[in-house]
C-alpha cells in the first residue's frame, strides 16, 4: 500500500511520508461498505486508551488504518481482499494481539485463565480501539464473554473521535518531523495511562541524558 502522507501545510510545506509493516490486516463487508481491521502482534501486554491516543503517546494503530483507508490505492485493494472492489473502504478497528515470548506459552495462559474461571479465549483477548459507527465487532469474534476483543471501559469510537484522533496523529507526525529536521532530539518522556515511560526501555538512555528514569530490569 502507499505510505501514510502527512502534510507540514502551516510550517516547512513539506510532505511526510511514513512506510512500515502491518502485521495482519482483515476486511469485512456488510454489502454497503468495507471495514477493514488492523492486528499488530506484540510480545508482551499491550493496552491502549483514548488518554494516550490524545497525548501522542500510542499512534501506531491509528496510523496503519489510515495507511489502509487513507487513498482510493489502498481503499480499492482492502475492497479487493474482501471481494467487494469498488465499495468504500472505513476503518474498523485497530487491534494488538500477545502472543507472549512464544507461542509455547500459550497453554500456561489458557490454563490461567480457566483456573481463575473465566473462559479460555479470555487469554487470548486482543485490545485496541473498535469504531462503533456502523462496525459489528461481532464478525471479529465479539466482544462478550467468550469474545476475542477488550476494548476500553470508554467504549467503541464514533467516527468523529476517531477523525479527531487521525488528525492529532497528524500533528503528532508534523512537531515530530519539525524537530528532528531542526537537529532537536532531546528526550521528553512521558508516562502512559499504565504508568509506563517508553524512554526506560530505550539501551541509550545514558547518551540523550535521561540518566533519571528507572529502566525495567527485562524488556
Known amino acids: 500500500m502507499p505510505p501514510v ?6 510550517g ?10 502491518i502485521d ?12 477493514v481491521s488492523v492486528v499488530d502482534y506484540k510480545s508482551s501486554s ?15 494503530l491509528i496510523t496503519y488504518m489510515k495507511a ?4 482510493d490505492a489502498a481503499k480499492e485493494r482492502i475492497a479487493g481482499l474482501a471481494g467487494k472492489s469498488g465499495i468504500d473502504t472505513v476503518p474498523g478497528a485497530g487491534l494488538y494481539f500477545v502472543f507472549g515470548d512464544g507461542i509455547s506459552v500459550a497453554p500456561d495462559r489458557a490454563a490461567a485463565a480457566k483456573k481463575d474461571g473465566g473462559d479460555i479465549s479470555d487469554a487470548f483477548k486482543m485490545s485496541g480501539i473498535v469504531i462503533g459507527d456502523g462496525f459489528d465487532p461481532d464478525v ?3 466482544t462478550g464473554q467468550g ?5 476500553p471501559r470508554s467504549g467503541p469510537l464514533t467516527t468523529e473521535k476517531y477523525d479527531e484522533y487521525s488528525a492529532l496523529v497528524d500533528n503528532v507526525v508534523v512537531k515530530t518531523a519539525r524537530s528532528i529536521g531542526s537537529g532537536n532530539f532531546s528526550p521528553c518522556p512521558k508516562p502512559d495511562s499504565a504508568n509506563t515511560v517508553s524512554c526506560g526501555y530505550c539501551p541509550f538512555v545514558s547518551v540523550c541524558g535521561a540518566s533519571n528514569i528507572d529502566k525495567p530490569s527485562s524488556v
Open 24 to 35: 495482519r490486516l482483515d476486511a469485512f463487508s456488510d454489502g454497503k461498505r468495507v471495514y
Open 147 to 151: 469474545g476475542v476483543i477488550s476494548i
Open 46 to 60: 499491550k493496552k491502549i486508551t483514548e488518554r494516550d491516543i490524545a497525548e501522542g503517546l500510542r499512534i501506531q
Open 140 to 142: 471479529l469474534g465479539g
Open 5 to 10: 502522507t502527512v502534510k507540514d501545510v502551516e
Open 68 to 71: 489502509a483507508t487513507q487513498n
Open 12 to 21: 516547512t510545506g513539506k510532505t511526510i511520508n511514513i512506510s512500515g509493516r
